[in-house]
């Protein structure tokens, strides 16, 4: 058994949706250093620019402006990635989230959230199957890595309906599409997040936005770091996963182990 081998990507090609910042941004540094060509997408231009320009020195990066919550912004994609034959490496990354008061979450709201984090995902694995087929084999699959949150499975204390739904439902549509793509040589697994120092999750970092009160129980005491989520991906990505598919992964620092704590408590 090679070991160096059993964890290379070098020549693989990867597509990271919402790689422009956050942990997205995280996970594409990590790919560019293991010698993967990476797409990123996103529709913030500045942004995407920025972290294009930050990491291009890593290796082979290319960037698209595109809404992969529209059927324009995944064919723009599609496009971007028209001379690629293959596929290796999907991370369904993009994710939004909304908190209101119950009486005042609107249904745009929601259903907004809900499709950025779920029906994007199950739009991009269909989009781009074919060249997942092309890329993987029965020794080494090609893979669909979504990014989900710990909080699918725990009522959290914040009024976040939808994001907890389709975090849920992210977990789920996972181990369906496992089941579906395993025939294709297609390996598709949920990384369930906990909390890293994110724009996303920044409010709980701000002393002075009210919503801090709210501080999840993270029993090895720190958020996570690029290296978690980096070494969780590069995992599901090799060879060393090939026989894993339809799992929800927590990289949560034991946050899967305990209960959110409540306002006020020590």
């Not at 999907?90 to 259903?111: C, M, Q, W």
């Not at 369930?192 to 005491?221: H, V, W």
Request: proline share 4%.
């Amino acid at each position: 058994m090679n070991i160096e081998e059993l964890f290379s990507l070098k020549g693989k090609v990867a597509l990271v949706t919402g790689g422009s910042a956050g942990i997205g941004a995280m996970i594409t540094g990590g790919l560019l250093d293991a010698g993967v060509k990476v797409y990123i997408c996103g529709r913030d231009g500045d942004r995407l620019q920025r972290t294009a320009e930050r990491l291009a020195h890593r290796g082979q990066l290319e960037a698209v402006i595109a809404d992969v919550g529209t059927d324009e912004g995944v064919m723009a994609i599609s496009e971007k990635l028209s001379n690629e034959k293959q596929l290796h490496i999907l991370i369904n990354n993009v994710g939004a989230t909304h908190k209101a008061p119950l009486e005042d979450y609107s249904r745009a709201e929601f259903n907004r959230v809900l499709n950025i984090n779920i029906t994007s995902a199950f739009q991009m694995v269909r989009a781009f199957l074919p060249k997942l087929k092309a890329a993987g084999t029965g020794e080494d699959p090609a893979r669909v890595i979504n990014i989900g949150s710990i909080g699918s499975k725990k009522i959290m204390p914040l009024d976040n309906f939808a994001y907890s739904a389709s975090k849920s439902g992210l977990d789920t549509l996972t181990r369906q599409l496992g089941a579906e793509l395993v025939k294709d040589n297609i390996n598709v697994n949920c990384i369930a997040c906990g909390l890293f120092r994110t724009e996303l999750a920044a409010y709980l970092f701000d002393p002075n936005d009210p919503r801090s009160k709210f501080k999840p129980r993270i029993p090895m005491d720190r958020p996570g770091e690029a290296e978690d989520i980096v070494g969780g991906v590069l995992y599901l990505s090799s060879r060393a996963s090939s026989y894993v598919t339809g799992v929800r992964l927590p990289i949560a620092g034991g946050q899967s182990t305990v209960d959110w704590e409540q306002p006020g408590s020590e």
